[in-house]
């Protein structure tokens, strides 16, 4: 199939892009790297009048150092985080997350604004930006606002974001040279998006404990009992992860609880072995 007409416009400017997202009212789609939204135009699954091509936009490419954390531009692309192994101290997750995400050619284009924008639930900014207790900075044709990753998703595919708004950049708190993290996901096969996934940070120097599990029906989901337990050094048993997921994934059955817990799990042994 093929995607429905639409008229493309490439702005200069962020303020160009959230105006012409405004006067579209809800008619627009910013494009960024176009990895979820180009299957969607083409399978008519979205059928905006007008795509705001956002990915040539400077301001959001940086990558820079902001002293105590790391500020990543919406419009950077998985590859550009997984290259830059080893140049974020403090940030080490982001680029073992990135060199997960699908495969090459989907990170050389895909964008962390666009993941999180487009909110799917296996996906992985989510997850590791919720874990890392990131912030997204959002901007509009008025005014700016910041919000944390955490709360950015409300549901599958749904997030806090009004039709005019662009996320700009994720503010990410450095770790201490103390913190321990994991990062875990199940994948049916290389490439693809994960069944379940969980991911933790434990650093005591900052006192930060948090855990979330991911690919479940909606936004990733805090497990801060399990997290505070992880945090004294002690890794739940997979019935105490499933008993504390039970609340917050009420969807599942019985063979998916146990991928998860078992996700889980081995994201806690992850950071308490390394
Ligand atoms: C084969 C395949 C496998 C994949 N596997 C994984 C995986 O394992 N894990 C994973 O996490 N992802 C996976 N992805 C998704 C990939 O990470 C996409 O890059 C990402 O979901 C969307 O980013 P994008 O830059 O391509 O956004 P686009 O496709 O351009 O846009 C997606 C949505 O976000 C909106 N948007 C884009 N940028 C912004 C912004 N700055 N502010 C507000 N709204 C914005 C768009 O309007 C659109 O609604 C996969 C994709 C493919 C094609």
């Not at 200069?12 to 960024?32: I, P, V, Y």
């Not at 905006?48 to 531009?73: K, M, N, Q, T, Y």
Request: proline share 7%.
């Amino acid at each position: 199939m093929k995607a429905a007409s639409f008229d493309y416009a490439r702005p200069r400017d962020l303020g160009e892009a959230t105006r012409l997202l405004a006067q579209a009212a809800g008619a627009a789609k910013a494009l960024a790297g176009g990895q979820s939204l180009g299957p969607m135009l083409n399978l008519r699954l979205a059928r905006p009048a007008l795509l705001v091509d956002i990915a040539r936009l400077e301001s959001l490419h940086a990558i820079a150092d902001g002293g105590d954390h790391w500020l990543i531009g919406a419009g950077v692309t998985h590859a550009r985080l997984e290259d830059a192994s080893g140049a974020l101290p403090g940030a080490e997750m982001l680029c073992h997350v990135a060199h997960g995400i699908a495969y090459r050619a989907v990170r050389n284009r895909g964008t962390v604004g666009g993941s999180l924008a487009h909110a799917d639930p296996a996906a992985d900014w989510p997850l590791a930006l919720a874990a890392l207790d990131a912030t997204a900075e959002i901007a509009g044709p008025k005014f700016a606002r910041r919000t944390p990753v955490a709360a950015l998703m409300t549901g599958a595919f749904t997030t806090v974001l009004a039709d005019d708004e662009l996320i700009v950049s994720v503010a990410v708190p450095k770790a201490s040279p103390q913190a321990r993290w994991g990062y875990y996901k199940f994948c049916r096969k290389p490439g693809e998006f994960p069944d379940a996934s969980a991911a933790v940070v434990l650093d005591p120097a900052r006192k930060v404990a948090r855990l979330y599990a991911g690919a479940l029906d909606g936004p990733p989901q805090a497990l801060p009992a399990l997290a505070a337990a992880a945090a004294a050094g002690t890794v739940p048993s997979l019935d105490d992860i499933e008993a504390a997921l039970a609340p917050v994934a009420r969807g599942l059955d019985d063979i998916d609880r146990r991928l998860h817990a078992v996700a889980v799990q081995r994201a806690l042994k992850q950071a308490i072995a390394r």
